[in-house]
């Protein structure tokens, strides 16, 4: 089994200098390096079951998006956002020094993908944008408002379990001890027991979003991605209540014109947990084939 090694690089935010978190998995010389980003409320051991198979080819690295995980959480949440992410990821990208990159970003990591991807003389050869688009529907942004920031403690990591299933629900099915470890990698023993491992100001974006607002991202964002030029693949879970079947075809005949795979049974998001989705991301990233 590849295990992980622990390292981190400085960022410049517009708060100044802040450590970026994230994990390395396979030969640290190899030049193929796969930056794999995860999502809103999650980190970046999320790739590790992924990382078992990739990092015989490649090099994996995941990092904790700021305000999760191992990296610093910001001083104003107004600077959780994803213009900020990309900063991040540029020294990120920096540090891995590969001389093939490919992005793999689920949601809020697909969407910093986006940003880094749209940026003239940017290094990403593949991209995979895991269940996300440029339009960002106000009702699933407004769902993930009503959880994230939540106080929330507990005793065990058995006793958060679950919860974890219950707001994830729309991951798809998975065993118990993938439950288990899907839960286990986002909480962290703190003051007598177990909390998430976030910032829970990462909610006051969400909590503040007004339709205006949404509707200003959005052009943003598809601006973003008609700019992109490298070879993309959107994965998209059937029943997402994030990435509309309209979104997905729009962005097939736009920007990339990325070629577009839907999962069955899977709403937001595909976790590559799975020995089919994990092909899926193989197949992509070693050949270039959907």
Known sequence: MFQPRLESVQWLSPAGLQNLGYREWGDPANPHVLICVHGLTRVSNDFHTLAQTMAQHVRVVAPDVPGRGRSDWLPNPALYSVPNYAAAMVALL?????????WLGTSMGGLIGMGVTSLKGNPIRRFIVNDVGPALKLEALQRIGTYVGQPMQFKSVEEAVPYIKAISTTFGPHSDAQWHQLTAD???QKDGGWTFHYDPAIAEPFKQISAEQAAFNEAMLWGAWDSITCETLIIRGETSDLLSPE????????????????????????????????????????????
């Open 94 to 102: 920096a540090r891995a020094n590969g001389k093939t990159v490919d």
């Open 186 to 188: 986002v909480i962290v």
């Open 247 to 290: 979104t997905a075809k729009d962005m097939t005949q736009r920007g990339p014109k990325a070629k577009l795979i839907e999962l069955k049974g899977i709403g937001h998001a595909p976790t590559f947990m799975h020995d089919d989705q994990i092909d899926i991301v193989k197949r992509f990233i070693l050949e270039g084939k959907a």
